[in-house]
């Protein structure tokens, strides 16, 4: 970790004079010299509604650091929407840029020899970004998050983007028409901020919030709403007396706190996202981590929050019930939260929770008492098989059905399995495979949002299954399993499946099979040979050379040397 700049620049005085006279350009007086450094890393853009509320939030930022005796210096990183890119070529990229911004953040910071950095992200993957850049760092540091969308309405009706998504498969099963289709894309997303369900980039705000990274009630705050910029000027405080209590990253990023995350998101009902990033935000601060542990916590921790996708509310919504203060302080007082986790405020969580009644409000129904959850245990399963030696992720609750077994249909690409669906080739009964989509295969694991929108909207919700090595959107719910492990680019047993094969897909066992003998397996085995990569330049080339597995985070920097 190198030297901070303002302690390089006190110490070694005249000899760093050429660094000061360049800080002088953007700003530097002779005061600010002896002013903590923090790095402002802004994921604004106007690539999509997640991001283009940030720059004001960036501002007020800026102005919290300064009002707290820091010097701010403000730069920029990337987004890909995944919104926009799914079902698109362009979603490769999506999982690519949660490494590139952690790089990017990781780059600026430790070039410059920040003293502190407060990242603000919008669209899901600036967030497990940012946090990774954090971990791998070390230095003080805040996550702010630049809020969620307010809900669309149509027909009385609140709407999110995965509405859109699900009209197109309602409107292929002929059950709307053109004119509704039009009216729910036209009307689901209605501004700033990110997609206001228990998707991904509400579950990571909550939980970067549980794990003592943001401070308390931001995670579900609206974007258009004054207490966000508000709350963002407060962080920029508050990281500033962190520098100056040398507060860090790994004194708030533990295996307890990390924990508490996961606690929260089995509670809220998360999405299927946060497992892989929570297994490389671990591995970047130290932190011994496994699919294993997922499930661990998921057999402890009900479900309390009826939210989207498969629940009634959105962010908005949980927020006027109490947000995620209210949630942790039920876990905590049941025995489910570590209370004596550090936060960024220099207080612990239980410190923080203080004065948070320990049931919910009676007057609202999106959080439920914890004598009547949503569902007695947590919602991630983790699933292990002969078609998952690894492991693979499932949403487990809000499914009808919860086993299913019937013929295999293979699909070697996301467009495939869609045009079948949508040709309404598909039959109650089939499990649906994609395979090739893995982090190396496709490359960038691409999410699965626009196939099983499509399955919910033609009804087929409760009577198909589909298992893929790619992801799925925080949006997805329904009989799907996905991160399948080992994938097929490395001749995982998806690789092998055949059409009409025999798959059993049993959420109460966690079980993922292809029930061929280990013989015929092994036969086939033998004759599979692997594919050529898909790119052999640029970043999803290089991507696909570093990538591990998906049960390990996916994570770029493992076994480097």
């Given amino acids: 970790m190198a030297e901070n700049l303002r302690s390089q620049v006190v110490t070694q005085g ?60 403000l730069f920029g990183t990337i987004t890909i929407s995944d919104g926009i890119s799914m ?32 990242a603000i992200g919008g669209c899901d993957k600036n967030m497990p970004g940012a946090m990774i850049a954090i971990a791998r760092m070390n230095i003080p540091a805040v996550f702010v998050y630049g809020g969620t969308i307010k809900p669309g309405h149509y027909n009385d009706q609140d709407l999110t983007v995965v509405s859109s998504f699900e009209a197109v498969g309602q409107y292929s099963a002929g059950k709307i028409d053109e004119v509704m289709l039009m009216a729910i894309e036209r009307n689901a997303c209605p501004g700033a901020g990110s997609c206001g369900g228990m998707y991904t980039a509400n579950t990571m705000s909550s939980a970067f919030e549980a794990m003592g990274m943001s401070l308390m009630y931001s995670s579900t705050m609206a974007a258009e709403d004054p207490e966000k910029a508000e709350n963002t000027e407060l962080a920029g405080k508050v ?40 297994l490389a935000i671990a591995h970047s601060a130290g932190v ?65 929770l203080r004065d948070i009644p320990e049931e919910p409000r009676a ?27 690894e492991g693979s992720v499932a949403k487990l609750t809000g499914i009808k059905n919860r086993s299913i077994t019937g013929p295999a249909r293979v699909f070697e690409s996301e467009e495939d399995c869609l045009a079948a669906i949508l040709a309404k080739t598909i039959n109650p009964g089939d499990v649906l495979v994609i395979r090739y989509e893995g982090p190396k295969g496709g ?34 719910y329904g009989m799907v399993v996905g991160h399948v492990a080992p994938e097929a680019f490395v001749g995982g ?39 050529p990569p898909r790119y052999t330049s640029g970043v999803l080339a290089k991507y696909a050379k570093l990538v591990a597995s998906s049960s390990l985070g996916a994570v770029t920097d493992l076994n480097l040397f």
């Fill in 14 to 73: 005249v000899q760093r004079s050429p660094n000061r006279a360049m800080l002088r350009a953007v700003g530097f007086t002779d005061e600010d010299f002896n002013k903590p450094i923090v790095g402002v890393a802004s994921a604004y853009s106007t690539i999509t509604p997640c991001n283009m509320g940030i720059a004001p939030l960036a501002e007020k930022a800026q102005v919290g650091i300064r009002a707290g005796g820091g010097m701010p210096q």
């Fill in 443 to 476: 490359p960038g694991m691409r999410e699965m949002l626009a196939p099983t929108s499509a399955i919910i909207g033609a009804g087929l919700g409760d009577s198909v299954g589909l298992i893929t090595d790619g992801r799925f959107s925080g949006g997805t």
């Fill in 87 to 118: 079902g698109t070529e362009g979603m490769k990229y999506s999982l690519v840029s949660r490494d590139v911004i952690a790089d990017s953040i990781e780059t600026a910071c430790n070039g410059q020899s920040m003293d502190g950095v407060l």
């Fill in 493 to 531: 047993t998806i690789a092998l499946v055949q059409e009409g094969d025999s798959i059993t897909i049993d959420a109460d066992a966690r079980l993922l099979q292809v029930n061929v003998s280990d013989e015929e397996l092994a036969a086939r085995r033998a004759n599979w040979k692997p594919r």
């Fill in 363 to 389: 007057d609202q129904d999106v959080i439920r008492p914890w004598d009547n959850p949503m569902y007695p245990q947590g919602h991630l399963g983790i699933l292990k098989g002969n078609l998952a030696t």
């Fill in 239 to 278: 990281l500033v007396d962190a520098i100056r209590n040398n507060i860090r990253p790994h004194d708030i990023i533990t295996r307890k706190s990390i924990e508490n995350a996961l606690s929260v998101i089995m509670a809220v009902g998360g999405s299927t996202n946060a497992v892989l990033h929570f």
């Fill in 288 to 352: 011994p981590l496994t699919l294993d542990d997922f499930e661990t916590i998921r057999a402890r921790v009900p479900v309390l929050c009826d939210l989207k996708p498969s629940g009634r509310y959105v962010a908005t919504d949980l927020h006027r019930a109490g947000g995620i203060p209210q949630v942790m302080k039920m876990l905590l007082a049941h025995g489910l939260l570590h209370g004596d986790c550090l936060t960024v405020t220099g207080q612990t969580i239980a410190e923080v």
